[in-house]
C-alpha cells in the first residue's frame, strides 16, 4: 500500500498498485468489480516494449480502501484516481487505458487535464447508461437490494455465474470457454473483493456524450461485438463523436482485453508506436 497526498478527508490517501517497467506513462484503469488484474496479461508486453506501466484498484476494489458506504459515488472514484496519479509525480504525459467504467474515468481525466494525456486507449467504455440494457439498469436502481444481494452471495455462486457466462461467450465464438481459467478465477475473486456500494456508481455518472467532441487527443476505441453488459451499438457511435478516434471491434463479449488477450496486446502496441 502506498500513500498519496488528499486534500478530501473523506476520501482515503492510500491506493494498492503496481508499476512496472520504464519508459512512457500508461495508466491502466480497471472497470466495475475488477481489479489491476485485469491488466496482468498487457503490462508484460508494455514493459518488454520499453513503456512504464501503472495499475491501480479503484476506491472499493481489490486491495484498495473500501468505505462503509452502500452508495458510492462516481466523484469519490475520480478523486481518488486524480489523487493517486498525482502522487505518482510523472514528469510527461500518459497514455491512459480504461475498460468500462474504467474508460469513463479515462474520459473525465482527459477533458480535465488533457496537457498530461497523451492519448487514449478506451476498452468496452462506459460514458452513458444509455448503453446499459434496461434490465441491469433497473438492477443499479436499486442499490440497497442489489448491496444485500451481494454481500450474500458466496464465492463459488460468484465463480458459477463467471464460468456460465465465460462458455456463453465461448460457444458463440466457436469455443468451450471465452476465458482462461486463471482469469475467471480471478475475476470471481474479485467480485468478492468488491464493495457492495460500489454498484452505486453507475447511477451518479452524468451522460458524457456532450463532452466527447471537446476530447481532441489521439484515441483508440476497442470493444467486443457481442458485449451485453453495454450495447455494442454504442462504441461506433462514441469513434465518430471523438475527433481523433479509430474504432476496432473483436468478436467478444464485454472483456476483449482478456478473453482475446494477444489480439488486443497488438493493437495496443500498433496505437502505441505511431502516437
Do not use: C
Not at 32 to 52: E, F, K, R, V
Not at 157 to 166: E, L, N
Amino acid at each position: 500500500m502506498k500513500s498519496m497526498t488528499q486534500s478530501k478527508l473523506q476520501i482515503p490517501t492510500t491506493a494498492n498498485f503496481i508499476q512496472a517497467g520504464d519508459g512512457t506513462p500508461v495508466i491502466l484503469i480497471h472497470g466495475i468489480a475488477a481489479s489491476l488484474h485485469d491488466w496482468d496479461d498487457l503490462i508484460p508486453a508494455l514493459t518488454q516494449n520499453g513503456y512504464a506501466s501503472y495499475a491501480l484498484d479503484l476506491l472499493g476494489h481489490g486491495d484498495s480502501p473500501k468505505l462503509e458506504s452502500r452508495s458510492y459515488q462516481l466523484d469519490w472514484v475520480f478523486d481518488h484516481f486524480v489523487n493517486w496519479i498525482t502522487s505518482l509525480r510523472l514528469t510527461e504525459p500518459a497514455v491512459l487505458i480504461g475498460h468500462s467504467l474504467g474508460g469513463y474515468l479515462a474520459l473525465e481525466y482527459a477533458r480535465r487535464f488533457s496537457i498530461w494525456t497523451r492519448g487514449l486507449i478506451l476498452v468496452n467504455p462506459l460514458y452513458s447508461r444509455v448503453q446499459l440494457p434496461p434490465l441491469l439498469r433497473r438492477s443499479y436502481s436499486n442499490q440497497n437490494l442489489r448491496s444485500v444481494i451481494v454481500e450474500k452471495t458466496p464465492r463459488w455462486m460468484f465463480r458459477a455465474i463467471v464460468d456460465i457466462t465465460s462458455r456463453m461467450m465461448g460457444h458463440s465464438a466457436g469455443g468451450i470457454h471465452s476465458l482462461p481459467e486463471h482469469i475467471r478465477e480471478q475475476t470471481a475473486l474479485d467480485y468478492t473483493r468488491t464493495a457492495s456500494g460500489v454498484y452505486n456508481i453507475p447511477n451518479t455518472l452524468g451522460d458524457f456524450s456532450d463532452h466527447l467532441s471537446s476530447i481532441t487527443l489521439p484515441t483508440l476505441v476497442v470493444w467486443g461485438d457481442r458485449d451485453q453488459t453495454l450495447s455494442p451499438s454504442s462504441f461506433p457511435k462514441l469513434v465518430n463523436k471523438l475527433p481523433r478516434a479509430t474504432g476496432k471491434s473483436i468478436r467478444a463479449g464485454h472483456v476483449p482485453h482478456q478473453s482475446d488477450a494477444d489480439e488486443f496486446k497488438g493493437m495496443v502496441l500498433e496505437f502505441l508506436r505511431v502516437l
